[in-house]
T-cell receptor, first 117, second 116 residues
Framework: ETGVTQTPRHLVMGMTNKKSLKCEQH?????MYWYKQSAKKPLELMFV???????ENNSVPSRFSPECPNSSHLFLHLHTLQPEDSALYLC????????????????FGPGTRLLVL | DQQVKQNSPSLSVQEGRISILNCDYT??????FLWYKKYPAEGPTFLIS?????DKNEDGRFTVFLNKSAKHLSLHIVPSQPGDSAVYFC???????????????FGKGTKLSVKP
């Protein structure tokens, strides 16, 4: 596998379900991101992890819970979601230099298309 | 309020002609700009970037122009090919300011259709 991979590619879940999205990067990067893309909206940054530490939580509801066990893996745990959470969830990674504030080129996975019923 | 705006939701161009995609931004601290291309059912793919110290960057058929005084950048594709049909996202960041300012801010995208 190369680049950034995401599983599953498609997910349908009920509002009471618990599910997890997985992201893995094979680029040797140290920063990882979760984005949400809803129809006709810009990509919305949800979480940023830098060297496994969460550095940003962009006012995301607690029903979304990220986990970053190491620099190569990122999870998004989903619990009691709402229908309006249906969207494309994208993972990205980048190589963030120590002391650099970000804005490096990010490389994206294919996304997970989530539908909440 | 959107800091990065792509005011044209769609653009249709004939094969072989030039495609020009536009992007405007409002934050004067932005110092790094990127273009991504996205096909359906795939994630965005990095295309080309430009730092605010430059006003032009070229990579093959793709050229990005930056006009800092107008807070405007554009992506030129010459010649356009049917395989270029995709959604193009403009993104910007305040890379030298650090913290959340360094995060990428994306526009809504412009859907380019290149007709044979």
């Amino acid at each position: 596998e190369t680049g950034v991979t995401q599983t599953p590619r498609h997910l349908v879940m009920g509002m009471t379900n618990k599910k997890s999205l997985k992201c893995e990067q094979h680029l040797g990067h140290n920063a990882m991101y979760w984005y949400k893309q809803s129809a006709k909206k810009p990509l919305e940054l949800m979480f940023v992890y830098n060297f496994k530490e969460q550095t940003e939580n962009n006012s995301v509801p607690s029903r979304f819970s990220p986990e970053c066990p190491n620099s190569s893996h990122l999870f998004l745990h989903l619990h009691t979601l709402q229908p309006e959470d249906s969207a494309l969830y994208l993972c990205a990674s980048s190589s963030r230099l120590s002391g650099q504030g970000g804005g490096e080129t990010q490389y994206f996975g294919p996304g997970t298309r989530l539908l909440v019923l | 309020d959107q800091q990065v705006k792509q005011n044209s939701p769609s653009l249709s161009v004939q094969e072989g002609r030039i495609s020009i995609l536009n992007c405007d931004y409002t934050n004067s601290m932005f110092d790094y700009f990127l273009w991504y291309k996205k096909y359906p059912a795939e994630g965005p793919t990095f295309l080309i970037s430009i730092s605010s110290i430059k006003d032009k960057n070229e990579d093959g058929r793709f050229t990005v122009f930056l006009n800092k005084s107008a807070k405007h950048l554009s992506l030129h594709i010459v010649p356009s090919q049917p395989g270029d049909s995709a959604v193009y996202f403009c993104a910007a960041s305040a890379r030298n300011y650090g913290g959340s300012q360094g995060n990428l801010i994306f526009g809504k995208g412009t859907k380019l259709s290149v007709k044979p």
